[in-house]
């Protein structure tokens, strides 16, 4: 351990922020040799406190006391800090999006008051051919009709960006009075009775041969990770993390943050520098929760660093590099496994045994770093159990009778939290019709974060940790919350994208394969995705209804189709370097799920004989699905599931 504090090499010093604010104001503000020119201050308050203020003297800004007031056993008060040209920004854009969520809210309002009036007579119908209303509301997301099948009943046919939850009835369950809901799984495409008539029968027999929800079936009986820890040979010692240079610690950290704390961050990067990983270190990675936080830190930032190697970008570090490419680190060793991490993330598992009777914040941020691990390696049922142990981690802190300041760092923390966890939630259960944990009931009660800074004193590593770009992924973060937020409101989506901050505006055209790093080229692609994943999902029920009743569908209808499926094409998440770079491709799961119901829907609608549906298909579709092809191919390597679904469209 004495080595890793004098390491005269590492960039900045992870002693607790106390001890090194006292180091710094240990320098005198005379000059040693008695000259008449002074030595520059090596440090200026920039919030004093009243009394060092009034004293006209230097102020050290430790807290809650600084050193003057504590010595002279005085009350210290500091004046609120103003707001940063950062906090300024970060403020618009929260602002921007509670408008258009208020806006969102009386939208929504119009359209359930438009939709309570009584409905007209119901029209005789029979099979295949629903009477659907000629001209729907631009802005709802509900499209009613009936079926007759043996004897007629109401059906509901409901936008897939509901979040009802989500239940083990097939893709057109009836519910309770005959309302039937159009489920998000696009793995429930294949029992839409129209797409089962004109795919071919070699699939169809393929498919009716396995259970109805395959996909659960098979990843529930895959065998679990291995529990081995292969131990570099430099390192092997029963003790081989304390034995870990602090540089191997330090890359991985900074890749972890650089890729995947961008798309989900769960955790505070000055807190987990200046706190966390202390206490990891100071306990020698022992059996507490900061040492298991790092331990899945370390794992994430194994598969960061085979994202980079991927996408050939050079690794993040604090000093200008001379190279733009990849170049192997002396520590390279450590990030070898299958799956990349594993060792870090089996000592992990082996400590949060004994923490598991705890549900608080820091042990939630554990269980969705473990989700995120999971959906990483392609792991979808060990994700969604672990993504349900983070939401009774929030629901447990929310449920309790004290208020949660919002406002306040750590009650920002818990809103990141559960953010984080409900996005990820609602996309695995609605696929795979799972459960849901019940956190669903409180995203009422839970804002938007804000990202408020963790408490930091000026003189601590903070300066060192700062990243003018933080805001820019913080406003992607809201941006995609706010996303989910509309989506399961209301139809319209380019409200959303209008009312995007300057910095996550985009075209259609735009490339994310320009961007100068792995979490560039992410962010940039995720944004595009979902807008265009929105909109096909927004023209969903058009596409069921065409396929179904085609002679009740009328020409604005079928524009809803074409719509939706141009929306369905040319995902820049799922092409180019976002698929390269598969270790850091997030929802992995979520995306092949995707594109399985694409492909059989672009199969579907090209077979079909409605001339008016054929000529919905976008330009170039045939290519999009060879790329579609392309990604599940990859990801069926490292998922069973993945890889039935590939053998099923074979068969196409």
């Known amino acids: 351990m004495t080595k890793r504090s004098n390491d005269a090499s590492a960039p900045f010093s992870l002693h607790s922020p106390g001890r090194a604010q006292r180091a710094d104001s240990s320098h005198g503000d005379d000059d ?70 208020a806006k969102v809210e009386d939208l929504t309002t119009a359209i359930n008051s438009s939709n309570a009036a009584p409905a007209p007579p119901p029209v005789p119908q029979d099979y295949r051919s629903p009477f659907v209303n000629s001209q729907p509301s631009p802005g709802s997301n509900l499209i009613s009709y009936q079926l007759s099948h043996h004897e007629r009943r109401p059906v509901d046919v409901s936008s897939p960006l509901s979040t009802e939850t989500p239940g083990k009835a097939s893709n057109a369950a009836t519910e309770a009075h005959g309302a039937t809901k159009l489920s998000f799984s696009q793995h429930g495409v294949a029992l839409w009775p129209a797409v089962a008539e004109l795919l071919p029968t070699e699939f169809l027999a393929a498919r009716n041969a396995l259970p109805r929800d395959y996909i659960v079936n098979i990843e529930t009986h895959r065998p679990p990770l291995p529990i081995h820890i292969d131990i570099p040979a430099e390192y092997s010692s029963n003790f081989w993390l304390t034995r870990l240079p602090l540089s191997v610690i330090k890359g991985l950290a900074d890749a972890y943050f650089a890729v995947f704390h961008r798309n989900t961050p769960v955790l505070d990067r000055f807190q987990f520098f200046s706190t966390t990983l202390n ?82 914040l820091p042990i939630g941020q554990f269980y969705m770093l473990c ?36 406002d306040d760092w750590e009650g920002d923390m818990l809103s990141r939290l559960f953010w984080n966890t409900l996005m990820y939630e609602t996309i695995i259960t609605q696929e795979l019709s799972l459960p849901l944990s019940g956190l669903l009931d409180y995203e009422a009660d839970v804002p938007i974060p804000k990202f408020t800074c963790c408490p930091r004193p000026k003189t601590s590593i903070s300066g060192l940790l700062s990243d003018e770009e933080d805001s820019f992924f913080n406003f992607h973060f809201l941006a995609q919350a706010a996303h989910r937020i509309i989506l399961t409101r209301v139809r319209h989506l380019e409200q959303w994208r209008s009312n995007l901050p300057p910095s996550l505006q985009f075209t259609d055209s735009e490339s994310a394969d320009d961007s100068p790093s792995p979490a560039h080229v992410i962010a940039k692609a995720m944004l595009r995705s979902r807008y265009r994943v929105a909109k096909f999902h927004i023209g969903r029920p058009f596409l069921y209804k065409a396929l179904h009743a085609p002679e009740y569908t009328n020409r604005s209808e079928y524009d809803e189709v074409r719509k939706g499926l141009e929306g369905a094409m040319y995902w820049p998440t799922t092409m180019g370097l976002c698929v390269q770079m598969k270790a850091a491709l997030p929802i992995k799961f979520g995306w092949c799920s995707q594109c399985f119901g694409q492909i059989l829907l672009f199969t579907a609608v090209a077979r079909s004989p409605d001339a008016d549906l054929r000529a919905t298909l976008p330009e170039g579709w045939e290519e999009w699905v060879r790329i579609m092809m392309g990604l599940i191919e990859s990801c069926a390597r490292e998922s069973p599931g993945i890889a039935k679904d590939h053998e099923l469209l074979r068969l196409l």
Do not use: H
């Not at 085979?306 to 733009?324: K, W």
């Open 32 to 101: 040693g040799d008695g000259s008449a020119t002074k030595k520059p201050r090596t440090f200026m308050a920039t919030l004093a406190c009243d009394i060092c203020r009034a004293r006209k003297t230097r102020c050290d800004e430790d807290r809650p006391k600084c050193g003057y007031c504590r010595v002279m056993n005085i009350e210290c008060i500091y004046q609120a800090p103003r707001p940063t040209k950062k906090d300024q920004s970060m403020t618009v854009a929260i602002n921007a999006i509670r408008r258009l969520e």
């Open 279 to 360: 206490g990891a270190l100071e306990s020698n990675f022992g059996y507490d929760v900061e040492t298991c936080l790092v331990l899945v830190v370390l794992a994430l930032g194994c598969l960061a660093v085979r994202a980079y190697e991927e996408g050939d970008f050079a690794l993040p570090s604090r000093t200008l590099s001379p190279t733009s490419g990849f170049i192997r680190p002396e520590w390279y060793e450590v990030v070898i496994d299958d799956p990349s991490g594993l060792k870090f993330f089996n000592e992990g598992r082996q400590r949060i045994g004994f923490l598991m009777n705890q549900n608080d």
């Open 371 to 406: 989700t995120l691990y999971y959906a990483q390696t392609l792991r979808p049922i060990d994700s969604w159990t672990m993504v349900n142990r983070a939401a009774l981690c929030c629901i447990s802190v929310l449920s309790r009778e004290e208020s949660i300041d919002f």
